[in-house]
């Protein structure tokens, strides 16, 4: 029997429609959200990545900005220009595409976001009130797979999660989100050895190491429900995950597919983040 698909193109849209109702109830208050995406370079994929952004916003009533800048920019004047947008009043949110061109520190200039409108949650301060459990937004990604697992019934309490990957924006997060969920968790990465002996343990499987079909049936329990964060291309430049969907499909209980599964839920949780941030504002004003 085939595995249920975890549909994050479905489960995405339901989520976008009720931040559009709270975009509409924000508007009807004098205040539209407004995120500032800012892309320096000419790196395809990401260009694609912030149009979608851009063209979710407006899906939804919100307003985009695209600072776009040249590959030569300096780190300096990058910083500059985020500063201007942490002191605009119509600008609630702020992401920066990664990557970033190689000679800017991207350390420095996501620390640079102020914190109230750092909606892909990556700054220093961010991750450390992740990690306290306190009120902050969350990164997109992991916080995406906390909604497909939740909008899919799926148990976390008490099972056993192991994630494949320790990267800053997805692996790391990921297993602490799931951690405060009362899960039993495992980091496991690219110098773990037998990594099969502890992914064949998970309940939940997340893969996030970004090589193409990388997890194959052997490294899956029969029942486990397989997150795939990956977006990689195949050796004929066919997009897929990390997980070999058709090895792992009847063996895990559920399972996402590439495209249409993590990857959606992406954009719309930077959207309910930017609502998030300007009904703060919002609320910050009514308590002035
Ligand atoms: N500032 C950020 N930079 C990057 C992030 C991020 O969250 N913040 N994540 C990735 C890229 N990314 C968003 O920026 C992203 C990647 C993939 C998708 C997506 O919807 N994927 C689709 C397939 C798209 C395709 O056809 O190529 C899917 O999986 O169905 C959305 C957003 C790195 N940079």
């Known amino acids: 029997m085939s595995s249920a698909i975890i549909n994050g193109k479905e489960i995405g849209q339901e989520i976008r429609n009720s931040v559009a109702e709270r975009v509409t109830r924000l508007k009807e208050q004098g205040l539209t959200p407004g995120l500032a995406v800012v892309l320096v370079g000419d790196n395809q994929a990401s260009a694609t990545y912030v149009r979608n952004k851009q063209k979710s916003c407006e899906a939804i009533g919100m307003f985009s900005e695209l600072i776009k800048l040249p590959e030569e920019t300096t780190q300096e004047s990058l910083l500059a220009q985020i500063e201007l947008l942490n002191n605009r009043e119509d600008i609630h949110g702020i992401l920066v595409q990664l990557p970033l061109p190689k000679h800017i520190d991207e350390d420095i200039v996501i620390a640079t976001i102020a914190v109230e409108k750092d909606v892909d949650g990556f700054s220093p301060v961010s991750v450390g009130k992740m990690m306290l459990g306190q009120e902050t937004f969350l990164p997109c990604t992991p916080f995406g797979v906390m909604?497909?697992?939740?909008?899919?019934?799926?148990?976390?309490?008490?099972?056993?999660?192991?994630?494949?990957?320790?990267?800053?924006?997805?692996?790391?997060?990921?297993?602490?989100?799931?951690?405060?969920?009362?899960?039993?968790?495992?980091?496991?990465?690219?110098?773990?050895?037998?990594?099969?002996?502890?992914?064949?343990?998970?309940?939940?499987?997340?893969?996030?190491?970004?090589?193409?079909?990388?997890?194959?049936?052997?490294?899956?329990?029969?029942?486990?429900?397989?997150?795939?964060?990956?977006?990689?291309?195949?050796?004929?430049?066919?997009?897929?995950?990390?997980?070999?969907?058709?090895?792992?499909?009847?063996?895990?209980?559920?399972?996402?597919?590439?495209?249409?599964?993590?990857?959606?839920?992406?954009?719309?949780?930077?959207?309910?983040?930017?609502?998030?941030?300007?009904?703060?504002?919002?609320?910050?004003?009514?308590?002035?």
């Open 147 to 288: 909604k497909l697992l939740e909008f899919s019934g799926i148990e976390i309490a008490g099972k056993h999660a192991v994630i494949v990957g320790r990267s800053h924006i997805v692996g790391k997060p990921m297993g602490q989100l799931l951690l405060q969920k009362d899960a039993t968790v495992t980091y496991t990465h690219s110098k773990t050895p037998n990594l099969p002996s502890f992914t064949k343990q998970a309940d939940i499987l997340i893969a996030a190491v970004g090589r193409a079909n990388f997890i194959t049936k052997e490294h899956v329990k029969e029942g486990a429900v397989v997150i795939d964060v990956g977006i990689n291309r195949d050796e004929n430049n066919k997009l897929c995950g990390d997980v070999n969907f058709n090895e792992v499909d009847g063996i895990a209980s559920h399972i996402t597919p590439v495209p249409g599964g993590v990857g959606p839920m992406t954009i719309t949780m930077l959207l309910f983040n930017t609502v998030q941030a300007a009904e703060n504002k919002l609320e910050h004003i009514v308590k002035l």
